[in-house]
């Protein structure tokens, strides 16, 4: 906004104290239910408008009686008023559909004739900068019924209002249409990505090793000879504590038929040594000490190595749970079922670092590491249904045990298919990822073309230069 620049022909500079009279709002006395109860005076507060994108409102979540109007500060605001939040948060904008009335976060703005309600919307809309510079307060910035006074704004002729508002809202009208329909894209992302997942556990993705074997005249080495490989070698190189113990079949009785050549295994099948948590005790966000990752570090593009904190123990007592590249990491805690068993990766780190308690590390059989199987179809539904039954919840917090972990059921491919579906799905999953990128950089260019109108309709004397290609 150009404020205090030059104007066009017939504008003029002024302050909302001279177009409007400045009303401030309050809030009856709440000990006393004849304030409320019973009430049809509509009464706002700022949080009504949090997230609220309509330019007019009717009411607020509450309602106050005659006595709470006349016994508090608040006042009756008439139809038209542009009511604006100046505190907790500054900025929220809407115009009142009926009589209404606000409590004290709001200053708002009874126009004299000659200014349209709509236009000083539109004008507040994008005063959110300049409003909370005016504002003062330690505990939080508030905006003062004489400051808001002072606000600037730019008057045009009331036809150069109509059609300013008007061309505002066509071209807010056109962005939102097509912000509209990026979300639809997304969504449309997300479920494609989904059935890519599908298809892959189910061996509809690729043509399966069996398929392949049979129109080439060939044998191969099924899922189930595959199993027998994994266990030999598991139980050659087992590293964990007491005595071996093999892991039991998965019951399949109600599980679905799999492709020719497949077998059901569970994760415990394919790890090389049990499952463990991470440590967790109070840290510092400074050295020295051993880095430790935090729970947000986990991305599903591995790990970001800058959300760390720093525990008061040297590498030896720890060297046990050291990040090692390609070991996979699932959540076993969050406050989030969606996020509880989330995986990822590790990718090389330049430091030694170790995770916390809130994830578990599975350290794979060197061939499930070789083919990235098990990770990549992590984020199936197949998988997914599974963690949310184990879930249990205490607290509000929902965690998944190791046993539970370690008995979830997955298919297992022949080798060679697995490295096809795998192939498949990266090479789908980046088309995906640019695909994405776009629509996110559009969603983006949308919010910066919403300031270019702005900043062109409040520049500009005439409605036909406002648009914004």
Avoid at 26 to 38: A, I, K, V
Avoid at 42 to 68: C, H, M, Q
Avoid at 104 to 112: A, M, T
Avoid at 239 to 260: N, S, V
Wanted: glycine share 8%; with cysteine.
């Amino acid at each position: 906004m150009n404020v205090g620049g030059t104007l066009p022909a017939g504008w003029r500079w002024t302050t909302m104290g001279e177009i409007a009279d400045v009303v401030g709002g309050g809030t009856p006395r709440t000990s006393d239910p004849e304030n409320f109860e019973g009430g049809s005076i509509a009464w706002l507060t700022p949080a009504d408008l949090s997230g609220y994108s309509e330019k007019y409102v009717s009411r607020g979540n509450r309602f106050i009686t005659e006595r709470g109007l006349e016994s508090s500060s608040a006042r009756l605001l008439p139809e038209g008023a542009v009511m604006f939040t100046s505190r907790a948060p500054i900025g929220y904008v809407a115009i009142a559909r009926n009589p209404i009335s606000t409590n004290q976060g709001f200053k708002s703005f009874v126009l004299k004739p000659g200014v349209l309600p709509d236009y000083v919307y539109w004008w507040l809309k994008g005063a959110k900068q300049l409003a909370e510079s005016m504002a003062s307060g330690t505990t939080f910035l508030e905006l003062s019924g004489a400051k808001a006074k002072q606000l600037p704004i730019p008057i045009a002729p009331i036809e150069d209002q109509r059609r300013i508002v008007a061309e505002i809202e066509k071209q807010f009208s056109r962005l939102d249409e097509a912000v509209a329909n990026l979300k639809r894209v997304k969504a449309n992302i997300k479920r494609y990505k989904a059935a890519v997942l599908k298809a892959a556990v189910e061996g509809r993705l690729v043509p399966t090793e069996a398929e392949l074997a049979r129109r080439e005249g060939r044998s191969y080495e099924t899922g189930a000879q595959l199993l027998q490989r994994i266990l030999e070698t598991r139980r050659s190189q087992w590293k964990g504590r007491g005595k071996y113990k093999e892991p039991a079949a998965p019951d399949t009785t109600d599980l679905p038929e799999l492709p020719e050549g497949w077998v059901w295994v569970t994760v415990a099948h394919l790890l090389c040594q049990p499952i463990i948590n991470g440590l967790s005790i109070k840290g510092s966000d400074t050295p020295p000490g051993i880095a430790a990752l935090k729970l947000n570090a986990m991305s599903d593009k591995g790990f970001d190595y800058e959300h760390i904190r720093y525990l008061p123990l040297t590498t030896d007592k720890v060297a046990d749970i050291l990040v090692r590249e390609g070991d996979f990491f699932v959540s076993r805690g969050n406050g989030s079922l969606d996020l509880v068993g989330r995986g990822t990766i590790a990718q090389s780190s330049k430091f030694e670092v170790i995770f916390p308690d809130t994830m578990m590390r599975l350290r794979l059989q060197p061939v499930a590491i070789d083919t990235n199987w098990l990770p990549i179809i992590w984020p199936s539904r197949w998988i997914r249904q599974q963690i949310e039954q184990r879930v249990k919840t205490t607290a509000g917090i929902y965690k998944i045990a190791q046993p539970q972990m370690a008995s979830i059921i997955v298919p297992l491919p022949p080798l060679a298919e697995q490295h096809r579906i795998v192939a498949e799905i990266d090479r789908l999953f980046t088309i995906i990822r640019e695909l994405e990128c776009t629509t996110e950089k559009e969603v983006c260019r949308a919010v910066v073309l919403k300031s270019a109108v702005m900043h062109a309709a409040f520049s500009l004397p005439a409605a036909s230069n406002v648009g914004v290609d």
